[in-house]
């Protein structure tokens, strides 16, 4: 559950503002977009954890920008460590939040790396 209120399209600042589950354009080559997503926050004592979190991109491709309901159910084709100009120097912005366990995405850290039935929009 969110526990705080953000207004969307927002654009952080660092990743004081994120919480998992929230999204965000990927422009490609062709005109058309892809998806990424905050997967995990680093923990604060963590190196970068002020600028870097577990991230994915999504398997989704689509003529239009990610909404929550395009997204739904779908899974990751890749996760690692994000720099949040990764956000910033792409799309620019966070464009809403949709819980991970909506769609049964889980950190692949550690984890094995499972993940949600995938579609395209």
Known sequence: MVSRRIAYPH???????LIPGQFWVLPLTDGSFSCGRVIQLAPPEMMGARV???????DWVSTT??????IAGVGSVAQGRVHI????????EILGHRPL??????PWLFRGGR???CRRG
């Open 65 to 70: 920008p990610p909404t929550s309901e395009s």
């Open 115 to 117: 993940t949600a039935r």
């Open 85 to 92: 100009k990764a956000i910033t120097d792409t799309g620019g």
């Open 52 to 58: 870097s979190f577990l991230g994915a991109v999504l």
């Open 11 to 17: 654009v952080p600042k660092s990743t004081a503002s």
């Open 101 to 106: 366990e909506l769609d049964g995405i889980e």
